[in-house]
């Protein structure tokens, strides 16, 4: 069991890990653009370009009768895909995760309360009655790719628990974003529209319901749903999260049946002639039926959730948060001083990603384990949550996009309190990470330091 989970967290470990590092890489190269001279003007008037995905008079892309510019179908297409990613991840979480038991989830769910609650606290602290209250919820997220990578470079020296309770940490994280995006940022609702979506949400919780495995059922419902919400005036990555909870965790075939098929369509292959087995030659119609009912089996044991799941996990990591990081992380140095940091909002959400984040996901972890609600991670210790819990504080992905939420109306006011907001998540981000890393390596079991230097010199 223990090798299993090892598998499972080392293979999502990874995954992230993965997906990190390209996302570092794309905010690296929006730095870079935005302020060279040459490119800066091509990189602001980028996104304004207009895109339409359109049928006669109807345009898929449209937002209240208007084309969406490449900017808002990044943040509101693109990434609908991505929350659509995460309600999968949530919903699988519950049901065969680690959020599946409840004593043993409970340690990281009341690590990511804290985790929450402090940043906002601080950062309500720090902002009362100025203009840039609106951005409170800012410095709650925690960045999973980002976090997870960090964790990956030290290597083997980190225990299994400790990787699975930061995983589950950035999870319920997620949840706590989903929750303030649904709650904090829709107006002006069109009940209409939003009754009409809540119409085929139906349909697709009743095909949830019937086990219906169409992944274009999903999808293509899925797509009308999401505009749907888009023009009632709910954001519409809450409708990629209700989305995925509508799509069924069950396969058609249990593994037993799976394996039953493949083996009496593999024997069919016993009886044929060795000579026509080993040429490389055109299959029969009888091997090509054989080979089919193999394949559709194959497709049938493995859930839609799981499979939509894995097969979205690479165009979210590798295409749709990079470009999100590339269109959303460009701060414009040149108008910037270097006390900018120290003030302002950049300094609430930097106080708020590395002191509230590690102070909330510190005391809430000690508060539930002094009184005994949930045991310590195995074979970890305080020093080693608090390295985890400074690692809570990279908030990157979501942060920015809430960011967007609060201060990207367009205004040019609004918008110079955006580029300053930028760089506090990026500096506290960057703050929270350099830190996590540096108490973890020092406190992580010292006879296993070969393999953490050999693990940033493989993600170098």
């Given at each position: 069991?223990?090798?299993?989970?090892?598998?499972?967290?080392?293979?999502?470990?990874?995954?992230?890990?993965?997906?990190?590092?390209?996302?570092?890489?794309?905010?690296?190269?929006?730095?870079?653009?935005?302020?060279?001279?040459?490119?800066?003007?091509?990189?602001?008037?980028?996104?304004?370009?207009?895109?339409?995905?359109?049928?006669?008079?109807?345009?898929?892309?449209?937002?209240?009768?208007?084309?969406?510019?490449?900017?808002?179908?990044?943040?509101?297409?693109?990434?609908?895909?991505?929350?659509?990613?995460?309600?999968?991840?949530?919903?699988?979480?519950?049901?065969?995760?680690?959020l599946s038991s409840f004593r043993q989830a409970l340690l990281p769910i009341v690590a990511a309360i804290g985790g929450m609650g402090m940043p906002v606290l601080i950062f309500f602290l720090?902002?009362?009655?100025?203009?840039?209250?609106?951005?409170?919820?800012?410095?709650?997220?925690?960045?999973?790719?980002?976090?997870?990578?960090?964790?990956?470079?030290?290597?083997?020296?980190?225990?299994?628990?400790?990787?699975?309770?930061?995983?589950?940490?950035?999870?319920?994280?997620?949840?706590?974003?989903?929750?303030?995006?649904?709650?904090?940022?829709?107006?002006?609702?069109?009940?209409?529209?939003?009754?009409?979506?809540?119409?085929?949400?139906?349909?697709?919780?009743?095909?949830g319901k019937l086990q219906i495995q169409s992944k274009i059922f999903y999808l293509g419902i899925g797509a009308f749903v999401w505009f749907l919400f888009l023009n009632a005036g709910i954001?519409?990555?809450?409708?990629?999260?209700?989305?995925?909870?509508?799509?069924?965790?069950?396969?058609?075939?249990?593994?037993?049946?799976?394996?039953?098929?493949?083996?009496?369509?593999?024997?069919?292959?016993?009886?044929?002639?060795?000579?026509?087995?080993?040429?490389?030659?055109?299959?029969?119609?009888?091997?090509?039926?054989?080979?089919?009912?193999?394949?559709?089996?194959?497709?049938?044991?493995?859930?839609?959730?799981?499979?939509?799941?894995?097969?979205?996990?690479?165009?979210?990591?590798?295409?749709?948060?990079?470009?999100?990081?590339?269109?959303?992380?460009?701060?414009?140095?040149?108008?910037?001083?270097?006390?900018?940091?120290?003030?302002?909002?950049?300094?609430?959400i930097i106080c708020g990603l590395v002191g509230g984040k590690f102070i909330g996901i510190l005391l809430f972890s000690w508060i539930a384990v002094k009184l005994k609600w949930a045991p310590?991670?195995?074979?970890?210790?305080?020093?080693?949550?608090?390295?985890?819990?400074?690692?809570?504080?990279?908030?990157?992905?979501?942060?920015?996009?809430?960011?967007?939420?609060?201060?990207?109306?367009?205004?040019?006011?609004?918008?110079?309190?955006?580029?300053?907001?930028?760089?506090?998540?990026?500096?506290?981000?960057?703050?929270?990470?350099?830190?996590?890393?540096?108490?973890?390596?020092?406190?992580?079991?010292?006879?296993?330091?070969?393999?953490?230097?050999?693990?940033?010199?493989?993600?170098?």
């Amino acid at each position: 069991m223990a090798h299993e989970v090892f598998y499972t967290a080392r293979k999502t470990l990874k995954n992230y890990t993965n997906g990190g590092t390209v996302l570092m890489f794309a905010t690296a190269l929006a730095l870079l653009v935005v302020n060279l001279p040459f490119l800066h003007d091509f990189y602001n008037s980028l996104w304004t370009h207009e895109l339409a995905l359109q049928v006669g008079g109807f345009n898929l892309f449209s937002h209240h009768g208007h084309p969406m510019s490449i900017m808002a179908f990044i943040n509101d297409a693109l990434m609908a895909v991505f929350f659509f990613s995460v309600g999968l991840e949530i919903k699988r979480e519950v049901l065969v995760g680690e959020l599946s038991s409840f004593r043993q989830a409970l340690l990281p769910i009341v690590a990511a309360i804290g985790g929450m609650g402090m940043p906002v606290l601080i950062f309500f602290l720090m902002g009362r009655g100025s203009d840039y209250i609106g951005g409170a919820a800012i410095p709650m997220a925690t960045d999973i790719a980002f976090s997870l990578g960090v964790l990956a470079m030290l290597g083997s020296r980190v225990p299994v628990s400790l990787k699975i309770f930061l995983t589950t940490l950035a999870v319920v994280d997620d949840i706590g974003g989903i929750l303030v995006i649904a709650i904090f940022y829709s107006d002006h609702i069109n009940f209409a529209m939003l009754g009409a979506a809540a119409i085929l949400l139906g349909v697709l919780a009743l095909g949830g319901k019937l086990q219906i495995q169409s992944k274009i059922f999903y999808l293509g419902i899925g797509a009308f749903v999401w505009f749907l919400f888009l023009n009632a005036g709910i954001h519409p990555t809450i409708a990629g999260v209700l989305i995925a909870f509508c799509v069924p965790a069950r396969p058609i075939y249990a593994p037993k049946g799976y394996i039953k098929t493949i083996r009496r369509n593999i024997g069919h292959f016993a009886s044929e002639d060795d000579e026509r087995l080993y040429s490389k030659s055109i299959l029969t119609k009888e091997q090509l039926n054989w080979l089919k009912e193999i394949e559709s089996a194959s497709d049938k044991v493995i859930s839609p959730l799981q499979d939509m799941e894995d097969s979205l996990h690479p165009v979210v990591n590798y295409l749709i948060v990079p470009l999100f990081a590339f269109a959303n992380a460009g701060i414009w140095f040149g108008d910037l001083e270097a006390s900018q940091i120290f003030q302002g909002v950049s300094a609430a959400i930097i106080c708020g990603l590395v002191g509230g984040k590690f102070i909330g996901i510190l005391l809430f972890s000690w508060i539930a384990v002094k009184l005994k609600w949930a045991p310590m991670p195995e074979g970890s210790d305080w020093k080693q949550i608090a390295g985890v819990a400074l690692l809570g504080g990279i908030g990157f992905t979501v942060s920015l996009f809430i960011a967007n939420l609060s201060f990207g109306s367009g205004d040019p006011y609004l918008s110079a309190i955006l580029n300053n907001a930028k760089l506090g998540i990026l500096v506290g981000s960057f703050l929270a990470g350099i830190l996590g890393w540096l108490i973890l390596y020092l406190t992580l079991p010292g006879k296993n330091r070969k393999s953490a230097d050999s693990a940033i010199q493989e993600n170098a």
